[in-house]
């Protein structure tokens, strides 16, 4: 089967042709390849992680954005959100407390807030690397000028993530208003890099519009830039934005283009999104099964958690006031469960298993 051929080719050359990568997407549901997919992956997976998950305690700080991206619950024309900003003391306790349970990084992730200032956001930085020396700071914030991500990396950020969301322009262009652009979106992931974050970039499974073809330039996007880490989850609807009675992503073609990401950069940091745990009970432990190696369990207030809603019924703000430590234990089980186990670990790219 072409598909087939073209899955051992992708494993072999870490690459393929745009036409190949749109004929082994369009062919996921054929019997069987999604199968051998889930096998390579794992395996790859195994022989860089060996059995572990690394854990990202994730910090949405703020939900205040500048931004009206079609998609997003935390959108500037968005009336219905109580908006919040978690201070400098919040955030440090939110670390605390992290640190206690076993965190290594913490992701501080937020909307495009003008009320945080870069130099604010910099004595975050210093101020978690201080208290936490052996820990990674990642930061999710959105676009700026490189002189500002420049700025936070001299303060000791280590990791940022920024997905691409789409490679397309035309697709980028009717999932954003024209206040945003994909070539400043591309812009920034090349900066990132180039200034020695370990990058991370990503785009939704099913957003609106998206077709195979757009899916193959994600990939080749992905092999140009080859970032440290790569996002992806599927699109899930939010009623309050213009997407709100769009369909959802497919749970399934997330699963192998995870499986996919893996076997194209054997080495990535790869998570098992919190969207993926959203739309499937087991998303999580299938994530994992299928080639991811990173979860980000929430350590956000209970207080202001479920106002960061990016999409409908986000896992972590279903539980209601489930704590930390209670999130942490309960994934733990999950994953002891499927034979994975939880590492207490900064979770740097590429540390081979013997
Ligand atoms: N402001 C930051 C963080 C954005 S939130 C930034 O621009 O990077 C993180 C990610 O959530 C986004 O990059 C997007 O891919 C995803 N997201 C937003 N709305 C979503 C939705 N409705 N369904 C699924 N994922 C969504």
């Not at 495009?112 to 210093?126: F, H, N, R, S, T």
């Amino acid at each position: 089967m072409q598909e087939e051929i073209l899955l051992e080719k992708l494993e072999r050359e870490k690459i393929l042709s745009r036409s190949q990568f749109i004929t082994l997407l369009q062919g996921w549901q054929k019997e069987g390849i999604a199968q051998k997919v889930f096998e390579k992956a794992g395996r790859l997976r195994e022989r860089y992680y060996g059995k572990d998950v690394y854990i990202r305690g994730l910090i949405e700080f703020t939900n205040h954005c500048k931004n009206d991206c079609y998609y997003c619950g935390i959108r500037a024309s968005n009336g219905k959100v109580r908006r919040y900003r978690l201070t400098k003391e919040e955030i440090l306790s939110c670390c605390r407390r992290g640190y206690e349970l076993g965190y290594r990084t913490f992701v501080l992730q937020g909307g495009e807030d003008a009320g945080y200032k870069p130099d604010e956001i910099a004595g975050l930085v210093e101020a978690i690397k201080k208290a936490h020396p052996g820990c990674a700071v990642t930061l999710s914030v959105g676009e700026h000028p490189r002189a500002v991500y420049q700025r936070w990396f001299d303060a000791g950020a280590d990791r940022y993530l920024l997905r691409h969301e789409t490679a397309d322009d035309m697709h980028y262009r009717s999932l954003h208003p024209s206040s945003c652009s994909p070539e400043n979106r591309k812009r920034c992931l090349y900066d990132l890099k180039e200034i020695g974050y370990q990058t991370g970039c990503g785009f939704m499974v099913g957003s609106p519009g998206q077709t195979a073809e757009h899916l193959a330039q994600d990939l080749l996007f992905i092999e140009k830039l080859q970032p440290d880490m790569v996002g992806i989850g599927p699109f899930i609807p939010q009623r309050d934005t213009p997407f709100g009675e769009e369909p959802a992503g497919r749970f399934e073609l997330t699963l192998f283009l995870l499986g996919i990401l893996r076997i194209l950069l054997p080495d990535v940091l790869l998570p098992a999104t919190t969207a993926l745990g959203t739309i499937h009970p087991e998303g999580l432990e299938l994530g994992m099964l299928s080639g991811a190696n990173v979860c980000m369990p929430n350590l956000t207030p209970d207080g202001v958690r479920g106002e960061y809603a990016l999409y409908e019924g986000k896992a972590s703000e279903k539980r209601g006031n489930a704590d930390a430590a209670e999130d942490l234990q309960r994934l733990k089980e999950r994953m002891e469960k499927i034979g994975y186990h939880v590492t207490v670990d900064r979770g740097d790219r590429r540390r081979r298993c013997s």
